[in-house]
Structures are given as C-alpha cells and as structure tokens.
C-alpha cells in the first residue's frame, strides 16, 4: 500500500526569533510534517532525526548543501525563512531541492541596505540620495558637505538598531562614532566587511506606513498596510504602534503599494513573504526597506485572513508547500499591535500592571517577553521590545486609543 503523501516543510528558525510559535503552530494547523533547521544541534536531533536539523546559516550554499544531503532521506516540498539571514539560505536551498523559493541574488539585495538602494535607484525607485562610507574615513570632510537632516544605519542589522538621524556636521560625526560602536558589539563584530561600513541617506519626511504582502510568481499582493501613528522623526526609530487599515487616503495608499510592487520586481523577488516600510509626503511614495520575509516580533498576532481563521504563517506555509491558497483578504475589524518601548537602560526586576492592561476593553493580549533580570536596553543600541500590546476593534482609531490605555497601565521596574 502506498504511504500518503505529506508535505514535509524545513522551516528556518535562527535561536534567537520570536517567531517559531506562530510557525509550529501553524504548521500543527496545516498538517504539515516539519523539520526545525537551526545553526546549533537541538538536543532532540539524535531522538528524531526527521524533525531537526542543523545548518550552517552563515554560509548559504554550505546550509544548502547540508539541506540536500538531508532531503534524500526526508524529501522536503518547502522552505521557509523567517529572517533576513534565513531568507537568504532559504533561497540557496530553494534553487538546489529546486522549491518555491527566491533568486539567491534577491534574497542578498533585500537583506543589504547598500545592495538595495544600489538596485533600486538603478530601476528608477523613489528611494532617497545615498552613499556609502567606511568607519576607518575622517568624517570631516563629508560631513560638512551632507545635506541635512540625514541617516546614518548599518548594511545589515534588524529592527532599527543603529539607525539614527543627524542633522549637522557635529550631530553627524557623534552618530558616526556612535553607530560604530555598535558594529564593535560581540554580536556583530566579525560578521562580514559589512560591519565597517555606514549608509548615509537624505532624511524622508512624512508618514511611514508598513506593508506585509505575498510574492506569488513575482506579483505582489498586498496582505496589510499599517499606520504608524507615532510620528518617527528620529533621532532613533524605534517603532511602537502599527494600526490597519490604514487611514491614509485611497489615492496614497495605493501609490504605496504601487511602489512597493515596483520595488519587488526591482530586486528580482519572485515568491514569498515581504514586509516594507515606506512613507508618503508631498512628491508621493518613498521605499524605505524591503525585505524578503514576514514582519518580525510577535507582530504577526495582529494579523488574521478570511473570516478571521487564517494566520499569516498558514497563507506562508501554504504558498511555500504549493498547497492552494486561501482568502488572502484581511479579516473586516481593525487590528493594532503595540511593540512595547524600553523605558531606560537597566535590568528589569518586575513588569507591574499586565493582568490590568490585559482588562483594557478591545485589548486581546499583553505578551510580555522580556523576563526579571533581563537587560534593557533602549535605541539606537537596543534591539529587542520587552513585549507586544494587541488590539482589535471597529475602528483603527479606538484600536490605537486601547493599545496606549493598556500601555499606561504598564509599570517597569527597572534597575
Ligand atoms: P531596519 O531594517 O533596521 O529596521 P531601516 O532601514 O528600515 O532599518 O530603518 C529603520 C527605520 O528608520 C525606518 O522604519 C524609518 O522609520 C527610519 N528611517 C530609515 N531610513 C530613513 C530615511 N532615509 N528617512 C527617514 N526615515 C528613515
């Protein structure tokens, strides 16, 4: 008798995401048989060789290799990344199992801020004035020839760390120092030549917006567009609130999206998850980043599809798995996510106030994920959000007035 097929999915999961649950639990969902690929042994792969798997993430053809040698013995009909490191090896074992997947090219250009903006100014993108410096230049000169406002950031770190906003020659060498340092962390220091280099780019005024959506043969589909009613004029940019839909007029919303599907087919990205932040002023879209993945954190939570049955990670599964697709239209209420900021440098002892935030009405969960005697560290250094607020309402308005209720409710004890 023949077995029954089941699609086996080698998910990418670096140790340090928060976003293996909502992976495995979709995956759960689905029925899928998965394999968990990290770049360290998980004590359970000597037990259950088909369900884990370690790869050499930081060196893609290796980890594909490692991949194939692998896929002989458990076939794999999909790959996923959930970073943008892991969008990178998910697209060197796509093309080697020959899976759904990116050009190796496109995953590099999304996950560099240099390589982007290089291929997207080549393809006519409205992106801003940039060039590229190394730590070792005397800024001197440079900076005093700058247009201001400007932003310095790294090549390739996440999550807004190290990104910040000068706006004279003095403010820039300070900045210049400063994101140096923070690419002299042990964390990143030794990475690739692209921890010796700083961006540099015209500041966008206006609006920023986030778009999540879907690549399926090289068509983008829009999934979410977020506000970001917080204004993010810098110095550092670390996000709080995102609330969808958005409020923006019909006509900015869909240059956005315009945009963003240019900017896809501009980095040769043909199939998977991408999230993009842009903004929107008086000369019309800007694309600030486009990456080949799902948005990170625990934000995905404020997302759901159809009736309301449907997470992001199971439309990402499917369309990896070759599985049909389901309704990728958001569900009809309002949906916000609060990524809770660090309140000052310091060890966390106690977070007061959860179980009150979490009674806010409309607010649907408080995740904390920080924990006591965790180290806090705010922007541009920092990196990490000590939790997630989500709500969910008619309107995004009373949405984004109960996700800063609930916040105010929040007490840190911080030392
Ligand atoms: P990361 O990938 O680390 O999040 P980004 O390049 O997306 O880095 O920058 C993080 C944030 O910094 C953006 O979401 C935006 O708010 C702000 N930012 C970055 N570059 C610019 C720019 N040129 N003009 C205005 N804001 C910017």
């Known amino acids: 008798m023949l077995r029954p097929y089941t699609r086996r999915l080698l998910l990418l999961l670096p140790t340090t995401t928060y976003r293996t649950a909502a992976f495995v639990e979709a995956a759960r969902r689905l029925g899928v048989e998965l394999t968990v690929a990290s770049e360290r042994p998980s004590t359970f792969e000597g037990a259950q060789p088909a369900a884990f798997l370690t790869l050499d993430f930081a060196a893609p053809e290796r980890a594909a290799e490692q991949a194939a040698e692998f896929a002989r013995r458990h076939p794999v009909a999909g790959v996923v990344g959930v970073d943008d490191d892991t969008a990178v090896v998910a697209a060197a074992i796509a093309g080697r199992l020959e899976l759904t997947g990116n050009p190796v090219a496109a995953a590099l250009a999304a996950r560099d801020k240099h390589m982007q903006r290089v291929e997207l100014a080549r393809h006519g993108a409205p992106v801003p004035r940039f060039e590229l410096h190394g730590l070792g230049e005397d800024v001197t000169d440079f900076a005093a020839r700058l247009r201001y406002p400007c932003v310095l950031k790294p090549l390739r770190l996440a999550a807004s760390r190290g990104v910040i906003r000068a706006d004279d020659p003095a403010g820039f060498a300070a900045a210049f120092q400063r994101v140096g340092r923070i690419l002299a962390q042990p964390d990143v220091v030794g990475c690739g030549d692209w921890t010796s280099r700083v961006l540099v780019e015209d500041f966008i005024p206006g609006p920023e917006v986030a778009l999540e959506g879907l690549v399926v043969a090289g068509r983008l ?72 993945r799902s948005i990170g954190g625990r934000c995905s939570a404020a997302l759901r599809f159809g009736a309301g049955e449907t997470s992001l990670e199971e439309i990402i599964i499917r369309h990896a798995l070759g599985m049909p697709l389901p309704s990728l239209e958001r569900e009809r209420q309002a949906s916000g996510v609060m990524m809770i900021p660090v309140p000052t440098t310091g060890v966390l002892r106690e977070l007061r106030g959860v179980a009150a935030a979490r009674t806010v009405p409309l607010i649907e969960d408080v995740v904390i994920t920080a924990h006591p005697g965790q180290m806090l560290l705010p922007w541009p250094e920092g990196w990490r959000y000590p939790g997630f607020i989500f709500a969910r309402g008619e309107t995004p308005e009373v949405v984004e007035v109960a996700l800063r209720t609930a916040h105010r409710r929040l007490e840190f004890i911080i030392e």
């Open 221 to 292: 589909h829009v999934l979410a567009l977020f506000d970001k009613p917080d204004p993010l004029d810098g110095p550092f940019f670390e996000e709080s609130i995102y609330t969808t839909p958005s409020r923006l007029p019909q006509r900015a919303q869909a240059a956005l999206g315009a945009c963003a599907r240019d900017a896809v087919v501009a980095l040769g990205i043909r199939e998977g998850p991408v999230h993009a932040e842009l903004r929107w002023n008086e000369s019309g879209p800007w694309l600030i980043e486009l990456a080949a």
